[in-house]
């Protein structure tokens, strides 16, 4: 076997195992995404499934940089060249709804591990919550953008809007997991246009 395609098949490995691993956390959880299951369900060994990371936490980890890497792609890489503002916010809000749903997706990865690892400190933790903070640093931009440009009324608290996007985003995910509405998108649609009303 040559060096190269030992690499390509390590790095193919890895991958089967991130994508599966993101799969059954959205449904079971991250913490319940344990070796053994992971190893079962790809017909590997205990070895073969944490050999690529190390331990369980790096695996975590990993996860949460691929869901992040995910995230990006479907939805902040297509607004790139828009123009800065509410009209762009309403694009990457719409593309975060459809994502949530998307090829049998069961909600949104990074808000399911956001509220099981809220209390309990670590690595995970600080990651999700570093990738959290840059999306409220996206969206406080493109608030302030649109408040600059009259899209918004005058004396509008961004803070309080950001605190209240994050309500719907929350809502659409528990819609989607918990209560099974296909409903839940739209309404969540709906209402984020309803907060980003122009002036």
Known sequence: MSPRK?????TATRA?????TLALAVATGLEGVTIGALADDLGMSKAGVI??????????LAAVD?????????????????????GRLVRAHDAWFAYM??????GCFLTAVAAEFDARPGPVRDRVRAALARWD??????????LAAGELPPGTETAQLLFELRGVALAADQGIQLWQDPQAATRARRAVRRLLAPA
């Not at 990006?72 to 790139?80: E, G, H, T």
């Not at 640093?137 to 649109?146: I, R, S």
């Open 6 to 10: 030992s690499v390509a098949e390590a």
């Open 137 to 146: 640093a996206f969206v406080l931009g493109e608030l302030d953008a649109g």
């Open 66 to 86: 691929e869901a992040v890497a995910r995230f990006r792609a479907a939805v902040l890489a297509p607004l790139s060249g828009a123009d800065p503002g509410t």
């Open 51 to 60: 050999g690529p990371f190390g331990t369980k936490e790096e695996l975590h």
């Open 16 to 20: 089967r195992i991130l994508d599966r």
């Open 101 to 106: 749903t998307a090829d049998g997706h069961a």
